[in-house]
Antibody
Framework: EVQLVQSGAEVKKPGESLKISCKAS????????IGWVRQMPGKGLEWIGI????????RYNPSFQGQVIISASNSFTTAYLQWNSLKASDTAIYYC???????????WGQGTLVAVSS | DIQMTQSPSTLSASVGDRVTITCQAS??????LSWYQQRPGKAPNLLIY???NLKTGVPSRFSGSGSGTHFTFTISSLQPEDSATYYC??????????FGQGTKLEIK
């Protein structure tokens, strides 16, 4: 059974760093893209970027380039989304999803709430 | 950047009604459009891809049409479990995929 299990909710202060995870199981992790989507409180969906764990090909939405880092570990079958210096505006739910082809997700994680407040 | 204008932003309809949502792209995106359903507190769920192709397992009351800049999403006979927010998303311009603003569908 394909599963994407995301790490738990985080409460952080502005300026802190954070790395959230998306643990994949039930399929060949290197063979599928993993994408990330942001949903700010009460707002719509925003596409952050995508990684192919097999060759580390990463594509960022230019709006998020330089603001976050997407990575993956084939050893741990886990994708990551990372911030070096959080802002209050990073407060959101972040979803990961598996993409058999780069345009179509099929399985999603349950979402990780990141709350950034002083 | 390609902008996606979705309407209406909210919609209230009764069980059995036919419901239509539209999505307008700011430039030609061919058929590179998907429709998603998001129930409260849940991850989005892909319903339709390439503008009109129903994802396997999605009920046939859902359909999509359009190409170029104008797209429609239809629920032919609304069911109580269809209460959700629906989003269109263009994927013509990787990596700058963009979503519409969403349509919140309420059941009367």
């Amino acid at each position: 059974e394909v599963q994407l299990v995301q790490s738990g909710a985080e409460v952080k202060k502005p300026g802190e760093s954070l790395k959230i995870s998306c643990k994949a199981s039930g399929y060949s992790f290197p063979s599928f893209w993993i994408g990330w989507v942001r949903q700010m409180p009460g707002k719509g969906l925003e596409w952050i970027g995508i990684i192919h764990p097999g060759d580390s090909d990463i594509r960022y939405n230019p709006s998020f380039q330089g603001q976050v880092i997407i990575s993956a570990s084939n050893s741990f079958t886990t994708a990551y989304l990372q911030w070096n210096s959080l802002k209050a505006s990073d407060t959101a739910i972040y979803y990961c999803a598996r993409y058999p082809i780069i345009t179509q997700p099929d399985y999603w994680g349950q979402g990780t709430l990141v709350a950034v407040s002083s | 950047d390609i902008q996606m204008t979705q309407s209406p932003s909210t919609l209230s309809a009764s069980v059995g009604d036919r419901v239509t949502i539209t999505c307008q792209a700011s430039q030609d995106i061919s058929n590179h459009l998907s429709w998603y359903q998001q129930r409260p507190g849940k991850a989005p769920n892909l319903l339709i891809y390439d503008a009109s192709n129903l994802k396997t397992g999605v009920p046939s009351r859902f359909s999509g049409s359009g190409s170029g800049t104008h797209f429609t999403f239809t629920i032919s006979s609304l069911q109580p479990e269809d209460s959700a927010t629906y989003y269109c998303q263009q994927y013509d311009n990787l990596p700058l995929y963009t979503f519409g603003q969403g349509t919140k569908l309420e059941i009367k």
